[in-house]
């Protein structure tokens, strides 16, 4: 299996755009391109990841579309869909084509455009992931699902409404730093919790989760460019490796999972992505994590192995996880305040760790960012992809 | 202004006694401090210049509201409305939000728009609950009438209050069967819907004394909020 | 007519699962019975969903997972005023959603 890595990254702003899918999607894809330097290398496939176009955008096979739009032909180009992990399963389909040995250069490019339809309808598109016949007709959405963990992950390990808000301030704090989040706002405690007039500020949306809890509905594009080790000692750029990528399932029904407070999957794909990457938790200088909802960056990075089940709360409350702290967690301002073009996602943590590891995130540089983790959150944790980079030394 | 002569006289309403809203101020989200109070005649001017470059903005249904709010102001200041009021959120002075309506008789209100300008802090989640709170607690009404140009902002009010269907009266705007806020129903929903701290401190008060406007490229962009993929 | 909704109980080593696998999670058989969901049980775990889709028109919706007697945990609407973590229930059913006019039948949970 051949090494792969990252030697470009590009994002369009998230949050509300006017354009086209394609466009979208170009637009990323170019600045990656450019940041790529390829020169005359050619591009051998684009991988493109996204949930809705089909329904929500009307357009199909966007692979090939993307692939006639930057004149790539005839590359290689497929679309791929995991919900919410559609991002990291791309990557994953583009490092496998390298590893393989049957490309040398791919673009992977996540895309979404969420509002073009009204949140009505948006709402219900993500809740199209949940079991159809156990789950989506008691009227069960994305956000009662994390309702029904959150609650349950908070009587067992004493997790608090204010230790949410906490991970919902530092990430707002964190995306004003960060010219392509959606949101550029800060919050404060009084105002989404404490205050008497927090109820309106930051109305319940499937309780304990009020409004600042859960991520955004956004549009967005993100691009990375795969090379194998050949094309990418050519070039002049930092050499971001993929060090290693994990992917686990679990079961569809969120009631039957074997421990409903356990994100197994999340622990699985974690652990499978540290082994290839020959790396462990504590080795991680920077980790981007899925917080479409700020319960699961807490839980998430217990089930990755950055805390001991139960005590990712207190590092938050210690400030652990701020940009200055021991594991700055979503310097990006995670999916609560970048935003959350559900195809995009992925592909844009990515994007952050890279720019982390290049020395390129300006204004919200972890310092001395070796090895970077990520995780994406497909289903409600039904279907998880770990991802490992790690930042060589020439 | 010179006196009212004769003439004018015919073309104006009388007018109803209506008890001043006595102003408030809401922590918001983002720890910033918004002051809801009423504006005299004398400030529509501002108000307007507001909200001109909105005419012209057809996302979530801004151009229709902002076209019917700016006849509705220039009515109230002109005296050709009967019984209007016009209440603003002002946040550090500038115009973050505004609300209007009219009262149809001592026991019913006619609300009519809802405008924010400062988007995702609930400010007009806050001053549409701030004119019902005008309505039903200091003026004393029973009931007000209430439609609304979006479709699912409305949907969101028919379901949180909630609404009541009145279907026999004919709301002013548009001439759609109107939708009624009871005096019960508002009282029950109060402690979730409608927040603030009376009296408003003297410093944050004389902050808001006058209506700052935000630059025109502000409101454009602050309404349409960010740029997504253009950059 | 019989709205019930049921689990599935495998021919070949008696492992009941829900919702539906054509192949046993334990023994990987593929022969089923289906097994009425019905009885009592403890609240796993419950929320009030707003933000609700176009079929309903309520402010908000309890749902529960619920850890049935006989071991099974499934999910569906919370009937209760007073919920609490534990709290006895029993199932019931009633229409859980109208979707283009249709009622659609599930799991209703009531105090036991």
Sequence with gaps: ?????????????????????????????????????????????????????????????????????????????????????????????????????????????????????????????????????????????LPALAGLFTRLYMSKYGVERKHLAMVAIKNHDNAMKNPYAHIHQTVTMEGILTAP????????????????????????????????????????????????????????????????????????????????????????????????????????????????????????????????????????????????????????????????????ATGRQVSKAKTAYACNFGGFGNNVVATVLRKEER | MGSVTDLEALLRPPAMDMPPYPPKAITLASGEEMVVRQVGREEIPTLLKA????????????DIVAARLYSELLAFQRFRVRDEYVLVGLIDGVL????????????????????????????????????????????????????????IGFRRWMIEYPLEKKYEVQHELGGVPSWVLTRKTYFDAKPRLVSGRRPVHDNLLAGAATVRLPGEDSVKRQVLGEKGGKE | MSHNVFAFRCKTCGQVSYPKHTICPKCRGETFEPQEIAGEGSVLTYTDVYALAIDYETRYL??????????????????????????????????????AGTSIYGLQFVPA
């Design chain 1, 1 to 141: 299996m051949r090494p792969v890595y990252i030697v470009g990254a590009g994002m369009t702003r998230f949050g509300r755009s006017e354009w086209p899918l394609v466009d979208l999607a170009a637009a990323s894809s170019v600045a990656a391109l450019h940041h790529a330097h390829l020169g005359k290398v050619p591009v051998d496939a684009v991988v493109v990841a996204n949930m809705g176009g089909g329904r929500i955008n009307r357009q199909t096979a966007l692979g090939s579309a993307l692939v006639d739009r930057l004149s790539l032909w005839p590359a290689a180009a497929e679309s791929v869909e995991n919900g919410p992990a559609s991002g990291a399963s791309a990557v994953k389909v583009g490092c496998q084509a390298i590893a393989a040995g049957m490309a040398n250069v791919v673009l992977v490019t996540g895309v979404e455009m969420m509002r073009a339809v009204d949140g009505l309808e948006a709402t219900d598109f993500v809740a199209s992931l949940s079991h159809p016949e156990a789950e989506y007709i008691y009227g069960v959405t």
């Design chain 3, 62 to 99: 309890r749902l529960a997972i619920v850890e049935l007697d006989d071991g099974m945990r499934v999910t569906g609407q919370l009937l209760d005023d007073s919920p609490r973590l534990g709290k006895r229930v029993r199932a019931t059913i009633g229409v859980v959603r109208e979707t």
């Design chain 1, 197 to 360: 007039e927090s109820v309106v500020n930051n109305p319940l949306v499937a309780d304990p989760l009020g409004m600042f809890d859960c991520c955004p509905v956004s549009d967005g594009a993100a691009s990375i460019i795969l090379a194998s080790a050949e094309v990418a000692q050519k070039l002049a750029a930092p050499r971001v490796l993929v060090a290693g990528i994990g992917q686990a399932t679990d079961t569809h029904a969120v009631h039957e999972r074997q421990d409903p407070t356990d994100l197994k999957a999340v622990r699985l794909a974690s652990a499978a992505a540290f082994e290839r990457a020959g790396a462990k938790p504590a080795d991680i200088d920077v980790a981007e994590l899925h917080d479409a909802f700020t319960i699961l960056e807490i839980a998430e990075s217990e089930a990755a192995g950055f805390f001991p089940i139960g005590h990712a709360h207190k590092a938050v409350e210690r400030g652990e996880t701020k940009l200055t702290g021991k594991l700055p967690i979503n310097p990006s301002g995670g999916l609560k305040a970048k935003g959350h073009p559900v195809g995009a996602t992925g592909v844009a943590q990515l994007v952050e760790l890279v720019w982390q590891l290049r020395g390129e």
């Design chain 2, 51 to 62: 909200i001109y470059p909105l005419l012209l903005v057809e996302r979530d249904y801004y």
């Design chain 2, 96 to 151: 973050a939000g505004l609300v209007n309506g009219r009262l149809v008789d001592g026991k019913v209100g006619m609300s009519y728009h809802t405008m924010t300008i400062r988007r995702g802090l609930r400010v007009g989640s806050h001053l549409f609950a701030a004119k019902m709170e005008y309505h039903i607690e200091h003026i004393g009404q029973e009931e007000v009438l209430i439609v609304a140009e979006s479709p």
